[in-house]
């Protein structure tokens, strides 16, 4: 009897432990499956040609206007994956204020095409239209394509047009505005139930100058919230505002080099803030050239200044204002590579009349692609919190806690995620359906 009830415990002990432990063998198991099967399924997809029918096998490293891209241009093969393409199209987009946004788009070749890279600008003003920017953005990709179709059957099919004649001459342009750019944006949105409603409303504008000498940008903002709930009778009312400023101005030095000053303002109830005015001049180096800085970019930037903040209620520290002194050192990576993408960042602070007032900010975000069809993309967040001197004194409410309505006492914060991707199956994307 006692060696039945130990070989009872026994068993119970060792079934808990196979439940614990259950999920994480399927995991590895699921993993080791998909590698073996990858493997195989890679072996079967060398056997055939992705350009056995004449055309490019291109792959698309891009989320915008993918799809008006493979409906456009028909004179090539897309596939699913980098390893299965003969080119590799990367594009990334910069913003320029108002202005507009700059498209670099990236040709890598692959296979036969090993080393025949070559790299393409693209600007899209502020005045096109959606569509205007992806016939634009056909157009130079079409471009792009046209040393490698030129080793191809189709090289024949080809010709080559320059508008205005033979020989185009560069003048420059006379910009009435001289770079300048102007928006003027508002909106507001409403939702109404029984028990509840809420409106929205935000409005400022903004004015932006970007040159290869100056980046320039000055925006105020405004916004207005007003929340009400009813229950048991009665209406709670929750009302909150964040006006502001940010402005910059920031002068190019060379191709490491730039310098620049920094400016904002603060009216928010969620930070406690009646006003805030913050001066802050900085200077950043690049250990890239800044013509990289699409593809990777390595810089360390460093900022000192003075803010003066009025409070809407008395602080923990006993202050309805004060003016403070502080330093931050801002150290950024970020790289766009044909295997993925990684962005780093660590951010510090401290205030000089208490270097324990201080904080740090740590980042970062991997997107890679571990094997052909399997995806991994990583990414988090972690902020060790010491300079809330703007929380006011006091017990916050449980109203003011749900509704959110100020700024609760933390020393950290943290996020992340975490995700993967496998795909397989048919290697061409050539087909568009947009039914439904």
């Known amino acids: 009897m006692h060696n039945t009830i130990k070989l009872f415990f026994k068993n119970l002990l060792i079934s808990r432990y196979i439940t614990r432990h259950i999920s994480h063998v399927a995991l590895i198991t699921t993993l080791v499956i998909l590698f073996i099967f990858n493997n195989d399924l890679a072996a079967r997809e060398r056997s055939v040609n992705p350009a056995s029918n004449g055309l490019l096998s291109v792959f698309l490293d891009f989320s915008f206007h993918q799809q008006y891209v493979r409906e456009t241009l028909t004179f090539v093969n897309y596939v ?186 603060l009216s928010s109830t969620f930070h406690n803030m009646k006003f805030n005015a913050d001066v802050s001049p900085g200077i950043e180096y690049s250990l890239y050239p800044y013509s990289e800085a699409t593809r990777k970019a390595i810089t360390f930037v460093y900022t000192i200044g003075a803010g003066h903040n009025n409070y809407i209620e008395q602080t923990v520290f006993l202050k309805n204002s004060e003016t403070l002194f502080g330093q931050r050192i801002n150290i950024g990576a970020s790289f766009q590579q044909p295997w993925g993408s990684f962005m780093a960042r660590i951010r510090g602070s401290h205030y000089f009349h208490d270097f324990e007032s201080n904080r740090v900010d740590l980042f970062a975000r991997l997107d890679f692609r571990v094997i052909k069809g399997l995806s991994l993309n990583v990414s988090g967040n972690f902020d060790f919190i010491n300079d809330l001197v703007s929380l006011p004194a006091g017990e916050m409410s449980l109203e003011e806690i749900l509704l959110q309505q100020r700024r609760q006492a933390t020393n950290y914060q943290l996020s992340g995620s975490i995700g993967i991707a496998y795909s397989f199956g048919s290697q061409f994307t050539n087909v568009v359906n947009t039914r439904f």
């Open 80 to 265: 699913r994956d980098r390893e299965m393409a003969q080119i590799h199209i990367m594009m990334t987009r910069h913003g320029s204020g108002s202005a507009g946004e700059n498209y670099i788009i990236t040709f890598i070749g692959r296979s036969r095409y090993e080393g025949m890279n070559n790299v393409l600008t693209y600007w899209s003003p502020g005045t096109n239209t959606t569509d205007d920017t992806r016939r634009g953005l056909v157009e130079m990709i079409s471009m792009g394509l046209v040393p490698y179709l030129a080793t191809t059957d189709m090289a024949d099919q080809i010709s080559l047009t320059i508008s205005g004649g033979r020989q185009v001459e560069r003048t420059p342009v006379e910009d009435p505005w001289n770079n300048w750019v102007f928006e003027i944006y508002g909106g507001a949105n409403f939702n109404k139930e029984s028990t509840q409603n809420r409106f929205n409303s935000r409005w400022g504008f903004s004015i932006d100058k970007i040159s290869e000498d100056w980046k320039i940008r000055i925006r105020p903002y405004f916004n207005l919230n007003e929340r009400n709930f009813i229950t048991d009778g009665r209406t709670i009312t929750s009302r909150s505002h964040r006006h502001g400023f940010s402005g910059n101005v920031i002068r190019s030095i060379d191709q490491h080099w730039s310098a620049g000053l920094f400016v904002s303002m």
